[in-house]
């Protein structure tokens, strides 16, 4: 195949792709993988295959890219994501060479294939990134107004401010966890509108909610805000993030300054990092912005991504049912005006910065992108096929979020986003 454009629909690789992966050529996303006998390293994703980029390094393959010894050989993609978005671009453009079915650098190269390309099966997936800070947007209009109606003004659930700015709140870097992390029930102050006093216990409304997450590939300058037209040269890619949410112990605290325990206890993050230039075939335009946006927001052309969205709900001992589906266009905040005016005040991004969207929700009740939202506020409960219903999250209680963009039979996936919930330590 001659073609410089790794998002051609028409390559192949010589890797075996089963169908409907998330892991075509188009993708390579990067993370970080062990195994039983390799220390933590950096990775690209192909098929049910990880390739080890370590091997590709030390072996010549990506010869002439100007990479420092060892700049894969690290615990997290730090490192390699401060070199920016153009050093990214260019090793995921020469993984791609090397994995196309006519080019048989790799592929007739027994040693290096074999040491190289291990199953996905053999190894575990690291936390990707050093996240230095966090922090989360409530960038769905469907989601704010949803939430506003539920404990504000049904008439009138935004805001004032919601609609001129993309509102956020610094959250907790620290106890950001990558999938299959077994997640803690939180326990703090409980106050319903019944009870006289607060109370002190397990949370009885745990949540999730559907997001996805930005991770930053550039320091900024302090005092510099980066301008909207060029935000995304600071964005390496997108991850999949549940930023679980304790929903009573949250009523209670968020006056006036905001979430703190409600939702500091955990977050859950997938383990491969989808690069912009992955997604780059599936932009399209957000929903209108009205009123209009104050001149250091203003984009233009397609600023959002079709991105599907899912959520299951696995109970412990059942099957996963799906329970959402939603999508990334929906969001009305992009990530260009986001990450503008994140810094619009001086504020400095740093390498491996996490900008999650907030929930994502969509116009129907099937696209809602959280428990609170879907079973309205537990009044609601959600019927699974074995009869169990749902308010929230109960222990033993799996949450499992994909998703993929998807076009000319080409699938860019994100893997898993998974989380078990164990009970409160008492």
């Given at each position: ?10 390559l ?28 933590p ?57 090397l ?40 960038s ?35 106890s ?35 997001e ?49 325990l409600g ?19 599936f ?13 250091y ?32 266009r ?22 491996g ?36 219903t ?37």
């Amino acid at each position: 195949m001659q073609t410089t454009n790794p998002n051609d629909p028409r390559l192949t690789s010589w890797v075996t792709v089963p169908p409907g992966s998330d892991f075509p050529i188009q993708n390579l996303p990067f993370g970080i993988f062990r195994t039983r006998y390799l220390t933590p390293v950096a990775c690209v994703a192909i098929g049910d295959h990880v390739l080890d980029l370590v091997c590709m390094q030390e072996n010549g393959f990506l010869d002439g890219l100007g990479l420092p010894p060892g700049i894969f050989n690290q615990p997290t993609l730090n490192p390699f994501l401060a070199m920016g978005r153009r050093k990214i671009r260019e090793v995921r453009e020469r993984i791609s060479v090397l994995l196309r079915a006519d080019n048989e650098e790799l592929r007739d190269n027994a040693t290096a294939r074999e040491i190289g390309l291990i199953p996905m099966r053999e190894v575990q997936m690291l936390m990707p990134v050093k996240v230095p800070n966090y922090t989360d947007f409530y960038s769905s209009l469907e989601h704010a107004s949803n939430v506003g109606a539920l404990f504000r003004d049904p008439q009138n659930p935004l805001l004032p401010n919601w609609r001129h700015m993309p509102v956020a709140y610094h959250g907790r870097a620290s106890s950001i966890v990558v999938s299959g992390t077994p997640v803690i029930r939180p326990r703090g102050q409980l106050k319903s509108k019944d009870d006289p006093s607060p109370r002190f216990g397990p949370t009885e409304k745990l949540d999730f909610e559907l997001e996805i997450a930005a991770v930053v590939c550039g320091n900024s300058t302090q005092g510099q805000p980066v301008p909207v037209e060029k935000a995304e040269e600071c964005i390496a890619g997108m991850l999949l993030f549940n930023d679980w949410s304790a929903r009573d112990i949250q009523q209670w605290e968020y006056v006036p300054l905001g979430p703190f325990l409600g939702k500091n206890f955990a977050s859950t993050l997938s383990p491969w990092i989808v690069t912009l230039d992955a997604l780059e075939p599936f932009r399209t335009e957000g929903p209108e912005q009205n009123p209009p946006v104050l001149p250091y927001l203003q984009t233009t052309g397609g600023c959002n991504f079709d991105i599907v969205l899912e959520v299951y709900l696995q109970p412990d001992g059942g099957e996963e049912t799906l329970i959402c589906r939603s999508n990334s266009r929906y969001l009305y905040w992009n990530l260009r005006q986001q990450i503008a005016h994140h810094t619009i005040n001086g504020c400095n991004l740093e390498v491996g910065d996490l900008l999650a969207s907030g929930t994502i929700s969509g116009p129907d009740p099937e696209s809602f992108g959280s428990l609170l939202e879907l079973t309205y506020n537990g009044k609601r409960p959600l019927k699974l096929p074995d009869n169990r219903t749902r308010t929230f999250i109960e222990n033993g209680d799996t949450i499992i979020m994909r998703g993929y963009a998807e076009r000319n039979g080409v699938r860019i996936g994100f893997g898993e986003c998974k989380g078990r919930i164990q009970p409160a330590i008492l």
